[in-house]
Each structure stands twice: as C-alpha cells, then as structure tokens.
C-alpha cells in the first residue's frame, strides 16, 4: 500500500520503481494525500533499491530520490512517501 502526501501548492505525479514493477499515481492536488495499491508480485527475485519520482503536474519538472535496499525481490508492504518542495520523506514499513 502507498500512501503520498503532497504538501505543494502544486499538483504533482508520484512514480514509485522497485526492480521492474512501477506505479504512477494520477496527479495529486495540492495538499492532498492518497492511497494506491502496489502490485509487485511479479517483482524480479533479485536485491534493488526503491526508486521514487516526483513530477510537478504543471510545469514538467521532475525530482527523482533512492530510497533503501531490499533483498532479492521483497518489498515491504506499506510505503508513505511526504512531498514538500524538493524535499521528499519516506517511511517503508511492514
């Protein structure tokens, strides 16, 4: 489960990348959170690092951020990722 938070007062596109599954959210206005499901059972079975992409929805701009390793294809189920200027917090959790 993911869950973005986007502190902007911009819309943005969330894009979260762990081997070779990916989720790209709808755009998130400003000041709203949401919820999506990430779907990582076909996941390659090999050691990785979370991939995280910030997009400004209206200007184009993206900030990209790693976040963590994980080992041979496990993921943790809860991502809560905070969006603040350039800044972005992320919490990976059971």
Do not use: R
Not at 60 to 77: I, M, P, Q, R, W
Request: include cysteine; aromatic fraction near 12%.
């Amino acid at each position: 489960m993911l869950k973005i938070k986007n502190n902007n007062s911009f819309p943005i596109v969330f894009t979260v990348k762990a081997n070779n599954c990916a989720l790209t959210t709808p755009s998130i206005p400003p000041n709203e959170t949401i919820e999506s499901t990430f779907d990582w059972t076909s996941i390659d079975k090999v050691d990785g690092q979370w991939f995280l992409f910030v997009k400004n929805a209206e200007t184009g701009v993206t900030d990209s951020f790693a976040h963590g390793y994980f080992t041979k294809g496990e993921l943790s189920n809860y991502l809560d990722a905070e969006s603040t200027g350039g800044q972005l917090k992320v919490k990976v959790s059971e």
